[in-house]
């Protein structure tokens, strides 16, 4: 069995995932700023799942007051949980928040707020910080309206031109 080591702001981002009430923009960010690890979206998934269960818990709580205390109670424990395995690293199961987890769209969700495509955990992690610009190639036009050729050393941008 192959063990990994993530880097410490991924543990960190993990465990505050888990943090109530701003967990939701705390997996957003963590999104945003981890896409390519397996840790952080895996912990994000958890965390939302535990958010939603939540969110019912507080529903339940206005009709069942008893009842719902006890939901909140085992959100708690679910979230203390979750914050101590992103922590230390970990993957392991959390009951009913890794199966809930699965359902939730992190792909989409990347992509909603950065507007760019999701790459994948693997492509993510091996992808550069900043992409190049594609060379311009420059575009022919008729030798009249060249005056003097471009000197060789820095290529100079092409600007289109109206034609009237």
Same mark, same amino acid.
């Given at each position: 069995?192959?063990?990994?080591?993530?880097?410490?702001?991924?543990?960190?981002?993990?465990?505050?995932?888990?943090?109530?009430?701003?967990?939701?923009?705390?997996?957003?960010?963590?999104? %945003?700023?981890?896409?390519?690890?397996?840790?952080?979206?895996?912990? %994000?998934?958890?965390?939302?799942?535990?958010?939603?269960?939540?969110? %019912?818990?507080?529903?339940?709580?206005?009709?069942? &007051?008893?009842?719902?205390?006890?939901?909140?109670?085992?959100?708690?424990?679910?979230?203390?949980?979750?914050?101590?395995?992103?922590?230390?690293?970990?993957?392991?199961?959390?009951?009913?928040?890794?199966?809930?987890?699965?359902? %939730?769209?992190?792909?989409?969700?990347?992509?909603?707020?950065?507007?760019?495509?999701?790459?994948?955990?693997?492509?993510?992690?091996?992808?550069?910080?900043?992409?190049?610009?594609?060379?311009?190639?420059?575009?022919?036009?008729?030798?009249?309206?060249?005056?003097? &050729?471009?000197?060789?050393?820095?290529?100079?941008?092409?600007?289109?031109?109206?034609?009237?």
């Amino acid at each position: 069995m192959e063990t990994v080591t993530y880097q410490k702001d991924e543990k960190i981002m993990s465990a505050l995932c888990y943090f109530p009430f701003f967990s939701v923009i705390i997996c957003a960010f963590s999104l %945003i700023k981890k896409p390519g690890s397996n840790l952080v979206i895996y912990h %994000i998934r958890a965390a939302l799942a535990l958010f939603a269960l939540w969110f %019912i818990g507080l529903f339940v709580f206005a009709i069942v &007051p008893l009842f719902g205390s006890f939901t909140y109670l085992i959100f708690l424990a679910g979230n203390v949980y979750g914050a101590y395995l992103g922590f230390t690293g970990k993957t392991n199961y959390i009951p009913v928040a890794t199966w809930l987890g699965k359902f %939730i769209p992190a792909e989409k969700i990347y992509t909603i707020l950065t507007g760019k495509p999701y790459l994948g955990i693997q492509a993510a992690a091996a992808a550069p910080a900043v992409v190049a610009p594609a060379p311009v190639q420059q575009a022919a036009q008729p030798e009249a309206l060249t005056a003097s &050729p471009a000197p060789e050393s820095a290529p100079a941008a092409v600007q289109p031109t109206e034609q009237k």
